[in-house]
């Protein structure tokens, strides 16, 4: 493959000449051209373009032939995303026909995510009922220590892939079949750039920033911040330790997303948790009002 | 790396759309705060592409600046990134362009 565009095919040969254009010739004698990187306004006032290949340089070498290529234009104004979204929208109508409280739970690797499931499956599973959709690239792990904890869970692994999309949802509510009326948590895949993007159905977003990883982040990856309802400032067990400003952290998310909650927790000593805990109760309280609205 | 599953979308899209017809070529328009790069989805694109419809085909991306409208004043600016305010201060702004992932026309080869 090659290094700088990811063509693929057996290349015997690279040959890079300036103005960011290179040549393969590959084992058939097919020669490729491209460029890379290259800008232009030549498109009557349009922004900047960026192409993939110019295609006219296709040289074959058994059999010389050039045709005319006779080509048309057909308007397609199709949202890239629209098939994820369209499955998105599918299981946002699953819950809320069941009155199920559907929350897509991100953050960074290792800010405690799972173990504030755990700690959260210990706190409410007597009262609410709790089911979990745990996403990772690999490993039951998670998944284990969330079914230890008392809470049935489906575990999700992407492989390569860096986060969870609305269809895999789909597949493991088919497997989870969390009750009427429940908590579900969807653990995203540890990442805070990518699953910004991909909406699974959820009712919202909770983002967790770990006082350790520093009050940047938000403005750092300021699209999951402004994606997120609530954004819970975990692990403030550790800040006698730490050089962290909580009040710019707050600012520096309220900056990218003015109306974010902020709620100060730690799921070691259990801290704030009391005031997280009423408003997931608020908001269950609002998804069965809702379907109560749906009803009439 | 989402514009890997980005392009996927892009490639099944527009292979359906062709209805065994060649490419030539894609344009799409991403917005500037749409969390997506054009140079990743380009150099997703030759390898997602091979084996379809849009084997060898160019891909032009128009990039579309971002733009708000502001809930204080209600005056519209160009939003340089997430978290910049309007010129009267306020950070309350409603995006109006810029989120845009959008494939707007392809160029398929006549039939013969």
Redesign the interface.
């Given at each position: 493959?090659c290094g700088t565009?990811?063509?693929?095919g057996k290349a015997t040969a690279t040959i890079v000449d300036l103005d960011g254009e290179h040549e393969h010739i590959h084992a058939d004698g097919t020669r490729h051209r491209h460029w890379?990187?290259h800008h232009h306004d030549d498109h009557g006032g349009?922004?900047?373009?960026?192409?993939?290949?110019?295609?006219h340089d296709?040289e074959h070498r058994d059999h010389e032939h050039h045709h005319p290529?006779?080509?048309?234009?057909?308007?397609?104004?199709?949202?890239?995303?629209?098939?994820?979204d369209a499955i998105a929208a599918r299981n946002r109508a699953w819950f809320a026909g069941r009155e199920i409280l559907a929350l897509n739970l991100v953050s960074s690797p290792g800010a405690g995510k799972t173990t504030l499931l755990e700690r959260m499956v210990r706190d409410l599973g007597g009262k609410l009922p709790l089911s979990v959709i745990e996403g990772d690239q690999a490993t039951t792990l998670d998944g284990e220590r969330i079914r230890a904890a008392g809470a049935r869970v489906v575990q999700l692994n992407t492989g390569t892939?860096?986060?969870l999309?609305a269809e895999m949802i789909g597949r493991a509510l088919g497997e989870l079949r969390p009750e009427i009326g429940s908590l579900l948590w969807i653990e995203n895949v540890g990442n805070l750039?990518?699953p910004?993007?991909?909406d699974l159905g959820e009712w919202a977003k909770v983002a967790i920033l770990s006082v350790t990883e520093g009050e940047d982040k938000p403005?750092k990856y300021?699209?999951m911040f402004?994606a997120a309802k609530l954004m819970l400032l975990n692990k403030t067990d550790l800040l006698p330790y730490l050089r962290f400003d909580e009040a710019r952290a707050v600012a520096n998310v309220?900056?990218?997303n003015?109306d974010i909650a902020v709620i100060r927790v730690s799921a070691e000593t259990g801290e704030g948790l009391a005031l997280f805990y009423d408003l997931i109760y608020d908001w269950a309280a609002s998804v069965r009002s809702g379907a109560a609205r749906q009803l009439v | 790396?989402?514009e890997l599953?980005?392009t996927r979308?892009?490639v099944?899209?527009?292979d359906e759309?062709a209805r065994g017809r060649r490419v030539?070529?894609v344009m799409?328009q991403i917005g500037k705060?749409?969390?997506?790069m054009?140079?990743a989805v380009?150099?997703?694109?030759?390898?997602v592409a091979?084996g379809t419809a849009l084997h060898?085909?160019?891909?032009?991306?128009?990039?579309?600046?971002a733009r708000a409208r502001c809930d204080t004043c209600g005056g519209e600016s160009s939003l340089p990134?997430?978290?910049a305010?309007c010129p009267c201060g306020s950070?309350?702004l409603t995006l109006i362009q810029g989120e845009e992932?959008?494939?707007?026309?392809?160029?398929?080869?006549?039939a013969a």
């Amino acid at each position: 493959m090659c290094g700088t565009c990811g063509c693929q095919g057996k290349a015997t040969a690279t040959i890079v000449d300036l103005d960011g254009e290179h040549e393969h010739i590959h084992a058939d004698g097919t020669r490729h051209r491209h460029w890379h990187g290259h800008h232009h306004d030549d498109h009557g006032g349009h922004l900047p373009h960026h192409h993939a290949h110019e295609h006219h340089d296709h040289e074959h070498r058994d059999h010389e032939h050039h045709h005319p290529r006779h080509t048309i234009e057909v308007s397609l104004e199709a949202q890239i995303l629209a098939k994820n979204d369209a499955i998105a929208a599918r299981n946002r109508a699953w819950f809320a026909g069941r009155e199920i409280l559907a929350l897509n739970l991100v953050s960074s690797p290792g800010a405690g995510k799972t173990t504030l499931l755990e700690r959260m499956v210990r706190d409410l599973g007597g009262k609410l009922p709790l089911s979990v959709i745990e996403g990772d690239q690999a490993t039951t792990l998670d998944g284990e220590r969330i079914r230890a904890a008392g809470a049935r869970v489906v575990q999700l692994n992407t492989g390569t892939g860096c986060h969870l999309e609305a269809e895999m949802i789909g597949r493991a509510l088919g497997e989870l079949r969390p009750e009427i009326g429940s908590l579900l948590w969807i653990e995203n895949v540890g990442n805070l750039v990518c699953p910004a993007l991909f909406d699974l159905g959820e009712w919202a977003k909770v983002a967790i920033l770990s006082v350790t990883e520093g009050e940047d982040k938000p403005l750092k990856y300021p699209h999951m911040f402004r994606a997120a309802k609530l954004m819970l400032l975990n692990k403030t067990d550790l800040l006698p330790y730490l050089r962290f400003d909580e009040a710019r952290a707050v600012a520096n998310v309220r900056a990218v997303n003015p109306d974010i909650a902020v709620i100060r927790v730690s799921a070691e000593t259990g801290e704030g948790l009391a005031l997280f805990y009423d408003l997931i109760y608020d908001w269950a309280a609002s998804v069965r009002s809702g379907a109560a609205r749906q009803l009439v | 790396m989402h514009e890997l599953s980005i392009t996927r979308n892009i490639v099944a899209i527009v292979d359906e759309a062709a209805r065994g017809r060649r490419v030539c070529r894609v344009m799409l328009q991403i917005g500037k705060l749409s969390g997506v790069m054009p140079d990743a989805v380009l150099f997703c694109f030759d390898i997602v592409a091979q084996g379809t419809a849009l084997h060898g085909a160019r891909l032009d991306i128009e990039e579309i600046e971002a733009r708000a409208r502001c809930d204080t004043c209600g005056g519209e600016s160009s939003l340089p990134h997430l978290g910049a305010s309007c010129p009267c201060g306020s950070r309350r702004l409603t995006l109006i362009q810029g989120e845009e992932l959008k494939i707007r026309t392809i160029e398929l080869e006549e039939a013969a």
